[in-house]
Structures are given as C-alpha cells and as structure tokens.
C-alpha cells in the first residue's frame, strides 16, 4: 500500500525512507483525542466557518419524548437553560435564557451513562471484561437497540442510522478521494473494524447466544463504531470512552478557538459518590441560538471527516503526513535506530505537515539521520553518539542535503501524480458551489492535501537551490578549530 521511495545502502542513494502514504497511527486504539459528537441526521449539513446559529423547527415527536424522560428521571427541568433542536446540523441543542460565557448549561449525572461500568453492570458484563472499550461498549448498544424493553429506548431511537464520514461512503463516493491519505486511512478504518468483528463473533457473540439472541451484523457494528466515533467523549477523568446522552447534542464550531473548561467531570456533592458530567458554553449565547463547542483544535480535515462527516475551510486544517522509515536493509540500521530512539523517535516516524506552518522541527534532522552514509557515516560511531542529534540540526554534507531535498521532492512529485484532478480543478467546483455534501468534503480534502504536497515541495526546493550556500559539517568543525577565517578562508599557521 506505501510507495517505498528511499532504502539506503551503503552509499547515499534513492530508495526507501520516505512513504507517501499514511498508516493507521490513529486508528488501533479508537482514540485519544478528547471526542466530542455531532448529531447526524441521515445526511447532515456540513458546517463551515458560516455555521448558522438559529433553530428552525421544533423537535421531532422522538425527541421531544427522549426530553420528557430526561425530566421524568430529574437529569432536566423546566429551568434548565438549553432544549434539544432541530438546527441545520440535524439536532442540536437551543438556549431557552440568555447565557454567560463558561456558563454551566448541563449537568448529566453518572447513571446516566454509557460506558464500560453500564457494560459490567449488565447482563453482557461477565463475557465484555476483556475486551477493548470500545468494542464492549458497541455491543451494548447493539444488543440494547435490538432489544424493545431496552431501558435505553428512548434514547437510542434519537441516535441517527449513519453518519457522513468517510467509513460510511459508497464505492463511488470514495472515489472522489482517489490518491488522498484519507481514502487509504478509510479503507484501513473499515478492514480493522471488519477484522474486530469477525473476531468479538466468534470469541464472544456466537458462543454465547444466550446473550445475544437477535443476529448481530457487520453492518451493526459499524453503526455502532460509527456512533462511538461521533459521539463518545473521551479523556474525561477516569474515563476512557462513554457516552452522554443529551451532551452528545452539543454541536461543533470553527468559530470557538478555545476547548477549555467546556466540559469536566466533578463530584455531584460533599456527601455524594456519584459524578456529573458538567457542560459549560464557551461563548454568550442569547435565547433561542444554539450553543457550540470545539470539538477538537488540533484534528485535520481528514480527521474530522472520518471522525464526524464534516470539514472546514480553515487552511490550518489542510494537513498531509508524511511516514518517514529507516530500512531494515540499511547496514547502519542498528546504530540509527539507537539514535532514533534515544531522540523520542523510532524505525517509523510520522511527520503531520500542516499548511501555511513551519515543517515539524525534528523531521530534517531525521531525514539526515535516516540518509545518512558514505563519507558521512562516521557521524554514527559511539563517540558522537552523545551529540549527533546536534549536528543533524545542521546540514551534514552537500550530498546529504542534495539527497534529501530530492527524494523528498520526487516523493511529493508521486503523490500528486496519484489525484485525479488538479487543485485549480478542485477550487473551481468548490467555487461552484451545489455540490453534494459527501462531494464537497472529497474535493475539499483532495485540493486541501495538494495543497500541503505542493507547500513541502516549494521548501525542498528553495532549500535545493541554496545548497551551494550552506555551511556543513566539516565546514563548521574548521571553524570551530580555528581553521577557517570568517569568509571561509583557510588559515595556515606560520612557524618561526
């Protein structure tokens, strides 16, 4: 699936170090990240820097029962100062009173959510112990929504069928993201997800039928990965994934820069052991808007699309990783590795370049390292080892650097060639406008990582063109000796 463009031998030449293709860095272990839902309708509207504030309709009659058991279990109240909404985004949450900025909105108390203490404690506990997360956690909403008498009804019949991430498209669909790292980080979502069922079926769900006596599909466990991607919140204290009915209404905006204090967890009294989810409005909300939080600053727009079936206009958003390896192959891969590791990297890094910012701090010196050979190759012996890392924050030698420089261009040359379109080709549809939702975020991922490939190009080339005029390493051990002048003459020493 990766194109290998750099293997180094003995001497500094093109073949493997370099990957233009992505790898399943954020996919193994679910997330990490704090996520925060968006509700979907069977198709959502994508939500751009011009989200719209205002709620259009009343909700649905679903809806509006899944709030009067909320106030039937005393999680809400008349006073309480949001509702649920129909919005543009599918369903979100309306303020009934003007609200202050880091104004406490929610407060949904433990035993109303979903999460790995919900899956012990209920039948399917004792055969979940061991598995992931969030796997326990997407049987027990399968086997919930399958089950009528299922205490979480009410709440499950408001949760949406799919989502408009990437995992869901159709074969079409995901052609529109030929040659984007998204497409190859979907495919690998999907394969990973089919691979965990296959195995919780066989482990778990066909041995004991007693438990799950309704059929459980792939399809339902997508839709439950999909729910969980969307929706869970993570990274709460003591918590690693669960779910918060009500709170996982509350609807993204690009226009908050700021995800703190917009949620937490805290006790729910002095004499109390029981726990609240606390929801808090990060900007002054007046009556009848809805409210917004950040989802998450620091996700590209490949990840918000795969996570929650948006994206944003936002160039900062625009971001394409680069997979740099040494090769197993290479005759120095034992001493690059040590360096590698002892410098918080390893045999495989990932690079996330982002568009409009400076490249990663530790990605040239790696590249360096990973190029590293010939002449140069004395740099790795144990009496560097110590300070090695130092001098590949310089340029090594001409033909490290002019190595580098190219294989890093032809990489960017590759990848660009594997897009079906051109980025003005791109910006010409998105300029159009009327495009389909799903349609709008492939073009928009597409020109938006050709964008980041044609930045890392434009720098490796500048970089190319000035080679002549940087200082390397036995350039700067001279001076430091005394050797060479401050024109980069050479001294001789006259003795008498």
Known sequence: MAATLFTHPSAPSPSTFLSSSTTLKHVTAFTTKPTVPIHHTK????????????????????VQTFWQWLQDQGV????????????????????????SRNEVVLEIPNRFWINQDAVAASEIGSVCSGLKPWISVALFLIR???????????????????????????????????????????????EYVQNEFLKVEEEIILPNKQLFPAPITLDDFFWAFGILRSRAFSRLRGQSLVLIPLADLINHSPSITTEDYAWEIKGAGLFSRDLLFSLRSPLSVKAGEQVFIQYDLN??????????????????????????????????????????????????AYFDIV?????????IPYLRLVALGGSDAFLLESIFRNTIWGHLDLPVSHANEELICRVVCDAC?????????????????????????RLEIAVGIRAGEKKVLQQIDEIFKERESELDELEYYQERRLRDLGLVGEQGEIIFWETK
């Open 299 to 348: 996700k590209s727009n490949a990840e918000l699309a795969l996570d929650y079936g948006f994206i944003e206009s936002k160039s900062e958003r625009n971001a394409y990783t680069l997979t740099l390896e040494i090769s197993e192959s290479d005759p120095f891969f034992g001493d690059k590795l040590d360096i590698a590791e002892t410098n918080g990297l390893g045999e495989t």
């Open 413 to 437: 040359k590759a990848a660009l060639s594997g897009y079906h379109t051109t980025i003005e080709e791109d910006e010409k549809l998105l300029e159009g406008g009327n495009l389909d939702l």
């Open 355 to 363: 568009l409009g910012r400076p490249l990663p701090p530790a990605l």
């Open 144 to 190: 919930e929504k399958l089950k009528e008498d299922s205490q979480w009804r009410v709440y499950l019949d408001i949760l949406p069928e799919c989502t408009d991430s990437t995992v869901f498209w159709s074969e079409e669909e995901l052609a529109e993201l030929q040659g984007t790292q998204l497409l190859s980080t979907t495919l690998g979502v999907k």
């Open 43 to 62: 198709r959502t509207i994508c939500l751009s820097a011009a989200s719209v504030h205002s709620p259009t309709a009343d909700p649905p009659p679903d």
């Open 76 to 99: 809400v109240s008349a006073k309480s100062p949001v509702r649920p909404g129909m919005v543009p985004e599918g369903l979100g949450l309306i303020a009934k009173k003007d609200i």
